[in-house]
Structures are given as structure tokens and as C-alpha cells.
């Protein structure tokens, strides 16, 4: 998949809007310049982190005042990017720059060890898995819906190793459970849900 921006030239000044303004390390990311007016000529120079991107950093304004340039794949993080129109004829040269940030997109899975258990007798057991290096600091949420009422069983730190949680509890409530793992996410890296797990609980008779 690709994350396309929109850079948008108006009148003599130039603003950088960024559409969507979150990114995903995806795919390719493609910039597009749209100038108000076609000038019929000039070209935009383009700097990505001070880097300059393109060949020889300037890219010839498209027909109908509107230039594509195509970025690659982008880093997580926050970038830079900087464009100027160097003006053509009756055009005077304008320039604006912008911060956007690229995410990490992340996933989460969660398993049990088992799918029916009994107050008080053998524990049952969550995993919950990120699937991308999580980062220090970044925790997962336990959430637990029992017939729509709904409390968090625990929030852990994830191990940056493992990438994994453990939860472990003799002492569910009674009733059919649907858990799900919320992963907290961190700087550069987007947060995710896991797909529930349902674990019956039924009450100790003896």
C-alpha cells in the first residue's frame, strides 16, 4: 500500500499540507505539488532531513502546475521536508517546509491456555504478542468484557525482548469472557488491539 501527501501551492506563498497526516511504513510514499496557477514552466527543489531527494534536487513543474515525486519508504520518526518553486517568468520563487511523523504500524495477538476454567482451580493463562520491536516503556492492556460489563484485568509492561506479556488468574469472574490485549504503542510506532479471546468461567461447586 502506498501513503500518498498532498503539498498545495497558492497565490505568491507556498503552504505544505500533509493528507493523511499520519503515515505507515507500508509502502512507497509519493508527494504531489499542485500550484494554484499553472506557470508553464520552473521546477520545484525538494530536501527530505536536509537530504536532498530527486535528481539533482529539482523536478521540472508538471502540466497543469501539478509535480509528483516519489519519496520511497519511509523511516519511522519524525522527517523534514522542505520544497521551493524557483519561480518562472512572472512567477517569483517561493518555499515552506513542514514536520510530519511516519508510524510503525504494529499488530497484537493474543492466546490462553484454555477456553473454560473453574474459580479458584487451574489458572488460566493470556499471552499477548506485539509483532514489531515495541520499544522501552510501551505496556499492554488486559481488557475484559463480561456480558458488557467490562474492567481491565492488568496493564504490563511488554518485555522488549520477547515482545510478549503473561497474565496469569485463578480468579475470573464467573461467566463468559471476551479479553482482549491493547497495545500502548510508543514514539514512532502506531498503537493495536488483538482479537478477543473468549474463556468460560464457571463457579467452584465443591
Known sequence: ASSIYQLIVTGDTMSLDLTPPVGAVAGPVTVTATLSSDPGGGTIDWSLDGVGVSYGNSVPVGPGGVTSLDLGTMTPGYHHLFARFTGYGSWGATSKDIWFMVYLPSSTALTTNRTTATVGE??????????????????????????????????????PYTKTVTFSSSALR????????????SNGILSSVSAPVTVTVAADKA
Open 174 to 185: 464467573v461467566g463468559t469472557h471476551a479479553i482482549t490485549a491493547r497495545f500502548s504503542g
Open 122 to 159: 487451574l489458572p488460566v493463562v493470556l499471552t499477548a504478542t506485539v509483532d514489531t520491536d515495541p520499544g522501552s516503556g510501551t505496556t499492554v492492556t488486559l481488557v475484559d468484557d463480561v456480558g458488557g460489563v467490562v474492567v481491565n484485568l492488568a496493564t504490563l509492561a511488554v518485555d
